[in-house]
């Protein structure tokens, strides 16, 4: 099992990407579009920003992210190492997606 702040940071590195991308790009793919990602094992839920420069830790009364990542820390870790087996990993149960086809497809851009 990872530590959250090992999770925080490798989460941040996902979030970079967004933060690489020209904002064109990111307003057109993402828009103001909130993303979190739970960790059940660890019980801690982090947010990050749409602009992609910052991952924080959910605060009590957020509102929901309008898209949704569940995973335990290990997957989280993973997941960030190598984004292509998001789908691999979907599909076997290990990560949960909760949002709208359209994010779905906006998500593929991320990962």
């Known amino acids: 099992m ?8 490798a989460l941040q ?3 970079g990407r967004l933060a690489e991308m020209s904002p064109g790009d990111r307003e057109n793919y ?13 019980g801690v839920t982090f947010r990050m920003d749409p602009d992609g420069k910052e991952v924080r830790e959910a605060r009590p ?3 929901p992210a309008d898209m949704r ?6 997957d989280v870790i993973s997941l960030t190492e190598s984004p292509m087996n998001i789908a691999r990993m979907w599909l076997s149960g ?3 997606i909760e949002a709208s086809m359209r994010d779905l497809f906006r998500l593929r851009k991320l990962l």
């Open 2 to 9: 990872n530590s959250a702040e090992q999770c925080r940071e």
């Open 13 to 15: 590195k996902l979030a």
């Open 30 to 42: 993402f828009g103001n579009r909130s993303m979190s990602c739970e960790i059940p094992d660890l």
């Open 61 to 63: 009364g957020d509102p």
């Open 69 to 74: 990542i569940v995973a335990n820390s290990d």
């Open 94 to 96: 290990r990560v949960k």
